[in-house]
């Protein structure tokens, strides 16, 4: 099992729509959990993180977190073509080196 | 001004050859990072440096060496270059240990190798 699993797309949502990224991981310990967008060329960027069991929203984002199932999602409301990019999901385990695993990605396409 | 920069940022070498990339934080950060990202876009960590120090190396061929003169920057050597090592490299830095998630990258060097 990948300690770090999404979906790797494309998924395509029409302009205006809600995207749902998905995440799920392998270690029931994990601490902190972490979505990255990364547009085509370019460098990862950090756009939300999220620490506690629940729902985190800033603006269009929204992280949401349930350590039982293991599960982090990342919403984008009214999604915009400028979104289209992947997206990148990262875990900070438990113990160890406290280093990210990254996920592979979900590629994300909103179109007009 | 740019807060992670890492030169050069495209690479095209034979294979055997050996190659350096440099890379720079102005933000004051602690730690810095070398990470690798493959053709299907996994990111994987490669190296760690706290304040000059190495903390993690994660299995990565002793053909690859970093150095961190001071903790603004990490720089990395690469000798022998095989076909497999091309891929994207980017830098990173964090505030701190404390603070491993919250990256912020550089704009990567693209080494692809003949």
């Known amino acids: 099992q990948k300690e770090v699993e999404q979906n790797s797309g494309p998924l395509s949502v029409p302009e205006g729509a809600i995207a749902s990224l998905n995440c799920t991981y392998s270690d029931r310990g994990s601490q902190s959990f972490f979505w990255y967008r990364q547009y085509s060329g370019k460098s990862p960027e950090l756009i939300m993180f999220i620490y506690s069991n629940g729902d985190k929203e800033d603006g269009r984002f929204t992280a949401q977190l349930n350590k039982a199932s293991q599960y982090v999602s990342l919403l984008i409301r009214d999604s915009q073509p400028s979104d289209s990019a992947t997206y990148l999901c990262?875990?900070?385990?438990?113990?160890?080196?406290?280093?990210?695993?990254f996920g592979r990605g979900t590629s994300l396409i909103v179109h007009p | 001004d740019t807060a992670v920069s890492q030169t050069p940022k495209y690479l095209v070498t034979q294979m055997g050859n050996d190659k350096s990339i440099k890379c720079e934080q102005n933000?004051?950060?602690?730690?810095m990072y070398w990470y690798k990202q493959d053709s299907k876009k996994f990111l994987k960590i490669m190296f760690s440096y706290n304040n000059k120090e190495l903390i993690i190396n994660e299995t990565v061929p002793n053909r690859f060496s970093p150095k961190s003169p001071d903790k603004a920057h990490l720089n990395l050597h690469i000798n022998s270059l095989e076909l497999g090592d091309s891929a994207v490299y980017f830098c990173?830095?964090?505030?701190?240990?404390?603070?491993?998630?919250?990256?912020?990258f550089g704009e990567g060097s693209r080494l692809t190798v003949l």
């Open positions: 990262a875990v900070v385990k438990s113990g160890g080196s406290y280093i990210p695993t």
């Open positions: 933000l004051g950060h602690d730690t």
């Open positions: 990173a830095s964090s505030q701190s240990l404390e603070n491993t998630g919250e990256l912020f």
